[in-house]
DNA sequence: GTCCGCATGTAAGGCGTTACATGATTAA
DNA sequence: TTAATCATGTAACGCCTTACATGCGGAC
């Protein structure tokens, strides 16, 4: 159930941020703040000990002072060993444990993916993806079938609402690579 | 981004669990590692504390000594303030934070509500939370429309990920009351 | 000259995670 | 009698949450 690499899900999430542009704590909370991304987060009482972290470890560097007014700011941009880690850590392949308990680190992993590991590997991505889940579903599908005569009604919703929710990313999954396969 | 009662999610999981049957430590062990109720947890680092919170509370009591073997084993039971505490929790209406931050929360208190809260709470609750999704859809959608020309292709894609499975669920709510309702 | 937004934090607390520990009972 | 399973925990650690704190700059 955990992530065996020092990345945790905020982290992840703050590091794909600055690597698409360097940010100061304050342009972070905002991108939590104002966009779908807040799904990860959060308070500042999160982000800036994450990005403390981040830095102690090297994998970004703050530059404080530059800019246009002479207002107290820190910009944080991507050092060398931070895109070698990052790169690292999305080129991981999909487990089944990512699968069953990873779901929104799959996602943020594939959101940033795509321009530090390269084309090839974010489809081969989608595509172990798509497989992992379908081997999940048929695995619930089993239990379902086994169980659902002594499950209470609701119990048999719930777990067909998780089902349909796996299978819609497998389907999501394969519709995304035929898009990037497209027009790249 | 919070609870703001005093049950965690794990919490939740024990509580229904023992209101549906008594349960030792041990069976919900084999509970969460045998059903995909584990997806909630987890191990007995957890599992422990977490019932001697819920214990310590006053929402089960634990009895000792009883069944077949002389082994040393605790059955909980739910008291009646459990029941109530339980009651509350799961009467609680559907918010867009809840949609937002804790859908597995909401799923959790869709699987156990029904024989607590009663059928018609069941379908209110179900069609609140359909309702609290088209409205975030809608949010989500109008972020897209926004932003999707500068979002780099797989993080738009991401997205719609994210709005596909908020619409996946919402059907499936539609669905379930359909079904709910028709055999009742 | 005051208020709001920018910008960065700290402190306390809660809870889940990993890993380890312990002893009793049953099946081989 | 030895191993596996039953059954219950503890300890250290990490990270997120809530709430609070601070000080500068621009707008009015």
Redesign the pocket.
């Known amino acids: 159930?955990?992530?065996?690499t020092?990345?945790?899900?905020?982290?992840l999430a703050i590091l794909g941020l600055i690597s698409q542009q360097p940010q100061?704590?304050?342009?972070?909370?905002?991108v939590f703040l104002t966009t779908p991304m807040g799904h990860f987060?959060?308070?500042?009482?999160?982000?800036?000990?994450?990005?403390?972290?981040i830095e102690q470890a090297g994998w970004v560097r703050?530059r404080?002072g530059q800019?246009?007014?002479?207002?107290?700011?820190?910009?944080?941009e991507l050092t060398a060993k931070g895109r070698k880690v990052l790169k690292q850590h999305l080129s991981r392949p999909v487990t089944g444990d990512d699968v069953v308990?990873h779901m929104d680190d799959l996602m943020l992993r594939f959101g940033f993916m795509d321009p530090i590991v390269g084309r090839e590997r974010t489809l081969r991505f989608l595509r172990d993806f798509a497989d992992r889940i379908d081997a999940y579903v048929a695995d619930l599908r089993r239990y379902l079938d086994g169980a659902k005569d002594v499950m209470p009604p609701c119990g048999r919703l719930a777990m067909e609402n998780g089902i349909q929710g796996y299978e819609m990313n497998a389907q999501w999954a394969r519709r995304a690579i035929q898009e990037l396969q497209s027009h790249s």
Chains 1, 2 share one sequence.
């Open positions: 159930m955990a992530q065996e020092g990345l945790s899900t905020l982290s100061t704590g304050y342009d972070l909370r905002k987060s959060s308070s500042p009482g999160a982000i800036y000990p994450a990005l403390r972290r703050g404080t800019g246009k007014t002479r207002r107290q700011r820190v910009l944080y308990w």
